[in-house]
């Protein structure tokens, strides 16, 4: 299944709120590259979409997977709609 | 399925090259967030990938997919591994 079509499927219905997810995989490969290229990656990354969106403690997730051939970091950012006021 | 599950599956098989493979989806929400976020993104984080791998014009993919809802930017960058000398 083509990694698009993943997205697609997850949010067929419009959803209330604006959300960004970021996810880099990083395949070490036999030579064996940066252990660490995705802990570099995630500060600067973070710093680039603080730039756009506002990012706060309660609405970003930041998880981070590392083995031995393939790390994997998941950012998700989460924007509150509107408040909905009940009358 | 988890997205990560995803990543792990595609790639179990130790691969030869170096590869970073980076994904993100903006999903607007009903009330509706920016429509060019994607694109303001995808230059700055080039940037930030560039200060730590080679990105070279043939090393390097870039998609973008834009819907009303949901858009998606997809960057894969792979490094070649060392050349194989055959005696």
């Known amino acids: 299944m083509n990694l698009m079509s993943f997205f697609n499927r997850r ?7 604006e959300r960004l997810q970021i996810l880099l995989a990083h395949e ?3 030579v064996g590259g940066k252990s660490d290229l995705l802990a570099q990656l995630r500060e600067e990354i973070l710093a680039v979409v603080g730039k756009h969106l506002s990012i706060e ?3 970003v997730q930041v998880k981070m997977n590392r ?4 790390s994997t970091l998941e950012i998700e950012v989460e924007l509150p709609g509107p408040e909905v006021v009940r009358v």
């Not at 949010?11 to 709120?17: H, N």
């Not at 083995?67 to 393939?70: C, I, T, V, Y």
């Open 67 to 70: 083995g031995a051939d393939l």
């Open 11 to 17: 949010t067929s219905a419009p959803v209330a709120r």
């Open 28 to 30: 070490r490969g036999i």
């Open 57 to 59: 403690r309660d609405n």
